[in-house]
């Protein structure tokens, strides 16, 4: 195997799209989709654009679902992608976004009430988390926001859950894996770790 020295513009080496649902100043909802998440234990940490409307939501308002949609609502995903809930949009998105508050209704989603948190939940998404913001700070560059934000309720649709027991089925879920800038899903299982609560 040879290696290359590269200098890429991103490192998004394959990881999950996630769609924040948050809430606006005027209690509208901001939907956003992001791909910098990752969990220890029932903490989510998300890393959002220190400039963007999530990132103000988050410290005003901290309460949030990520709702993580399947490889098929990569669409969706998209359309929401060149939209900014900031007016007016921000001048370094202005080349490529533009601004949009009905975020549900631009990306054909659908709204649905949370439990325990005000932001609602995407209906389309198989997983959703309820959570609310424990711990936010910015980055190393003051870039981005690195916010905690803790578990409190998890929804699952009942096709991915192994039948009465609360534990998801990998062979049943794939999320959408933004990979370099491009959507993916999961391919075929090649094995299990040592540690699994659902072993086949």
């Known amino acids: 195997m040879t290696h290359l020295t590269i200098e890429p513009s991103i490192l998004y080496v394959g ?5 924040l649902s948050t809430v606006n100043e005027d209690e509208s909802v901001n939907l956003a989709p992001m791909s910098s998440a990752w969990a220890l234990g029932d903490v989510v940490v ?3 654009g220190a400039s963007g409307q999530t990132a103000v939501n ?3 308002r901290p309460e949030v679902v990520i709702n993580y949609p399947s490889p098929d609502q990569w669409d969706a995903v998209e359309r929401l992608a060149p939209l900014t809930a900031a007016d007016p949009v921000p001048s370094h998105k202005q080349d490529r976004f533009r601004h949009e508050r009905a ?5 054909g989603l659908t709204p649905v009430p949370s439990d325990l948190v ?9 997983l959703q988390f309820e959570a609310t913001v424990v711990h936010s700070e910015l980055d190393a560059k003051g870039s981005f926001l690195i ?3 803790r578990v409190v309720r998890v929804h699952a649709a009942e096709e991915i859950v192994v039948p009465g027991t609360s534990h998801v089925d990998p062979a049943a879920w794939s999320p959408l894996i933004y990979n370099f ?9 090649l094995g299990e770790s040592f540690r699994t609560e659902t072993p086949r």
């Open 58 to 60: 988050l410290r005003a």
């Open 147 to 149: 916010a905690q934000a």
């Open 118 to 126: 005000t932001p609602p939940r995407v209906a389309e998404c198989p």
């Open 181 to 189: 800038r491009h959507y993916y899903g999961l391919g075929p299982e």
């Open 103 to 107: 975020k549900f209704t631009a990306s």
């Open 46 to 48: 998300l890393g959002v």
């Open 15 to 19: 990881t999950p799209v996630a769609l």
